[in-house]
């Protein structure tokens, strides 16, 4: 296929599959706690706007959490098909980590999430509320082993190699490896922005359509509210990610800097955009800031960064992919912080929700974080490259020994499915978003005072039952 190796096909194969999963746990981690938020607002005010959009936005993270679900069973597969060697070599460690998940986050979310979706009215107020706030813990448990698991590939400590094999002598050191901390906290709070971005979206397209209620206004300030919070905090922890990038992956850094040697009596310039070129070793048509390298990588005007060229031609990063994959990252980072300070003048102008070009932006962000979330993770896997255990083993090591056809077909029947099963998905929750929360409260109205929450909370039509039956 196009020329492709064996190789490359499988880590294409695995950049497809995983970039269509990560975007459903990114929403369902966001979702969940976002749902928490609604609930214990609903419980303390006895506000029925934030019930109603419990309701909503619950038939939603049904929807996203199950999408969630599918993909990532096939991605458990995945490692035992098209990266048997990797299993077999680093299975000692990934392989308890994932089932730690399974034993904590994924029990946790299965046992409450019935009781969350199923539940309302049929247990008490503070049980619902708890197995809500379950489901939510959940999602977060999951990602701090899914991060454990990846952030040891990427900084490797507490074990030693016995027999070909790798064998955990630590696992505190394993769990608390060094860049742990970072990416854990940059992809939870990459998953909340993300949910803010497509809550705030909703709202903001509702409130162009002209539903002006306060159900829909109410999701697109809380949605605001919450860019406008987190957007600076992300900022701050990527530069946090970056310093500890820069003392346990150099290459990575160099690799997305474009930075390829310092010359004498120079301070490292900021590449703003230009296009790393790996057979000429040289970054073309670079547009740069000088020194203002030096001083976001090292906080320091006389810092250095190591250069590409300090690093064997087979140990280096693809430049070329991780340049462009990080700036458009951080560029839409950037548009969030805009965001954010542009709904705070606007609320303080008293225009929130009549500025129809604030509006229009606040829509078309609705994917950005998403978008962020996929290329941060193209960024931080290709940057680790040629490693897929960073220092410890080689990519071209981990990969099943199939055939480039093998691969092409598997490939072309992953893409096949994956447009049918999931498209269909998403088409489906964007048209449970489209029908918003109005709708919900209209379900309700029609239920009368005493309100029985719908047996089929995927639905997106109505559900004709009453409360005899519920």
Known sequence: MLGLSALDLARVQFGFTISFHIIFPAISIGLASYLVVLEGLWLWKKETVYRDLYHFWSKIFAVNFAMGVVSGVVMAYQFGTNWSYFSSFAGGVTGPLLTYEVLTAFFLEAGFLGVALFGWNKVGPGLHFFATAMVALGTLVSTIWILASNSWMQTP???????????????????LNPSFPYRLAHMTVASFLATALFVGASGAWHLLKGRDTIRVRTMLSMAMWMI???APIQVELGDQHGLNTLEFQPAK???????????PGENVPLILF??????????????????LGSLILTHSWNGQVPGLKEFPPEDRPNSTVVFWTFRLMVGLGMLMVLLGLWSFVQRWRRALYDSRFFLRFAVLMGPAGLIAIIAGWVTTEMG???WVVYGVMRTEDAVAHHSALELTATLGLFIVMYFIVFGTGVIYMLKLVAKGPDHVSAEDDAHGPNIQRPARPFSAAPDEIGPAIS
């Not at 400590?157 to 769990?175: A, C, H, M, T």
């Not at 230009?274 to 020194?291: L, N, S």
């Open 157 to 175: 400590q507490g074990f030693e190699i016995l027999d070909g094999r790798v064998v955990p002598v630590d696992w505190l050191k394993v769990i």
């Open 228 to 230: 406008l919070i987190v």
């Open 253 to 263: 850094i160099a690799a997305i800097e474009g930075h390829w040697e310092n010359k």
């Open 274 to 291: 230009g296009w790393p070129d790996m057979k000429t070793e040289t970054t073309r048509f670079a547009v740069q800031v000088p020194d």
């Open 384 to 386: 680790r490259q040629p």
